[in-house]
């Protein structure tokens, strides 16, 4: 976590926000799981196993996929890539899944999204056993988080809550905006945002959490960031939070990602939030790229993990 000096236009320095860097992190993070597989193999057990499935020629879903099976490499995880045509019906894809399931050898299931629109992408999610729904999407996993109970968390939202522990924001009795609703990102945020730090799942955050979205109307969705000590925004809107919309000092986490052409003709990856202008305002924030992107690889990772242990665990009580 990085900060640096300010010059505007008349020529007085001040502090900008402190960079949460989310590459760097995610390779602590990795480092530290590196070494956990490395002892867990140690003792007898096999690697931790991953199966990442995409079903038609997306561009971006195989670059994703390429970055899951490599971070998985560097951490010990066995993965591999089940690769099928955008023909495949769903009935064929659950039975796929179905086998995965069954496979002893398997400890965690991806599915990578979107699917094609034949396909019903809550069917698929659901027909992963919750045991190795490394993605958290399954409705028992989903279910589990509601009352704060352990469970697998979706990637993602697990990555916005580890960078708020590991870069010690406070949140206890804070303010906190959560921009975004979809089920995967912005509803599981804003559970662990809200719920009690005491709760079985060791997740809870115990802010004060308010939950805006897209269409928000634009005068509310100023007021709330405005009293917020913590804005996460996951919407995909390109530079939807601005400056006048952040209270100095108030911690920004940037989840979103679009790619925009400039003003040069030149294609760019940017986020929710206005980054050049909110960083001479917020006290800390995450870039994109190099944020949370990075550190959702890296809780995927450990989610797999997670799955393997818990596995051996099933398998130990029922011998």
Not at 227 to 245: E, P, Q, Y
Not at 252 to 281: A, F, H, P, Q, W
Request: some cysteine.
């Amino acid at each position: 976590m990085r900060s640096h000096t300010f010059i505007d236009s008349l020529g007085t320095a001040s502090i900008m926000a402190k960079i949460l860097d989310g590459k760097a992190l995610a390779k602590e993070i990795k480092d530290e799981l590196k070494i956990q597989i490395e002892n867990w193999t140690k003792h007898g057990h096999r690697a931790p196993s991953l199966s990442c499935i995409i079903v038609g020629d997306d561009p971006a879903s195989h670059t994703y996929v390429r970055n899951k099976i490599q971070a998985a490499k560097d951490v010990g995880i066995d993965a591999k890539t089940l690769l099928y045509e955008e023909t495949l019906s769903e009935v064929e894809l659950i039975e796929k899944i179905k086998a995965l399931n069954d496979d002893a050898d398997i400890d965690g299931i991806l599915i990578q999204l979107p699917l094609p629109e034949s396909i019903s992408e809550r069917n698929v999610c659901n027909a992963v056993a919750p045991e190795k729904d490394v993605d958290g999407f399954h409705i028992i996993n989903v279910g589990q988080l509601s009352l704060d109970m352990p469970t697998i968390v979706p990637a993602t939202a697990l990555a916005v809550i580890e960078m708020l522990k590991r870069f010690k924001v406070p949140t206890f009795g804070r303010n906190a905006v959560v921009v975004g609703r979809s089920k995967n990102v912005g509803m599981p945020i804003a559970m662990m945002l809200h719920s009690d730090m005491k709760h079985d799942s060791g997740l809870g955050m115990d802010a004060t959490v308010t939950i805006c979205h897209r269409y928000t109307p634009k005068e509310k969705l100023e007021y709330f960031c405005r009293n917020a000590d913590i804005i996460i925004s996951a919407t995909g809107v390109a530079k939807l939070i601005k400056a006048d919309m952040v209270k100095p000092g108030a911690t920004v986490i940037d989840v979103g990602i679009t790619r925009i052409t400039d003003d040069n003709g030149k294609t760019k990856l940017v986020g929710d939030v206005d980054y050049d202008e909110v960083s001479k305002i917020a006290g800390a924030i995450t870039p994109v790229p190099g944020g949370v992107g990075p550190m959702t690889v890296a809780m995927l990772m450990q989610n797999t993990f997670q799955a393997a242990q818990k596995l051996r665990d099933i398998d130990s009580q029922m011998q």
